[in-house]
């Protein structure tokens, strides 16, 4: 069983940056798969990022260029960095990873971004 915590969330301006943190409980070092999603009120959840074996990244594509997922197997972590920030990126920010064919979530961390 592995837990994931979310952390760095918080308010921020447009045009703004912040780094979310997950962090789990034991090593990611065997997963091949690491994402961030997103959740708004009253929609579904959505891909904003994964990260794959072998460093392979894939961005939704209105993120790209703003967004930039990255891991750190040492500190058994996977980041996102988040740039020039818009009000349309406010939501609940979850990370998910994958191990030994098992999915694993975190309970989110919110975003709001003000105009």
């Known amino acids: 069983q592995v837990q994931l915590l979310e952390s760095g969330g918080g308010l921020v301006q447009a045009g703004g940056s912040l780094r979310l943190s997950c962090v789990a409980s034991?090593?990611?070092?065997?997963?091949?798969?690491m994402g961030w999603y997103r959740q708004a009120p009253g929609t579904q959840r959505e891909v904003v990022a994964e990260i794959r074996s072998g460093g392979r990244t894939t961005y939704a594509d209105s993120v790209k260029g703003r967004f930039a997922i990255s891991r750190d197997n040492a500190k058994n972590t996977v980041y996102l960095q988040m740039n020039n920030l818009k009000p349309e990126d406010t939501a609940v920010y979850y990370c998910k990873i994958i191990l030994a064919s098992y999915q694993y979530w975190g309970q989110g961390t919110q975003l709001t971004v003000s105009s």
């Open positions: 034991g090593s990611i070092d065997r997963s091949n798969f």
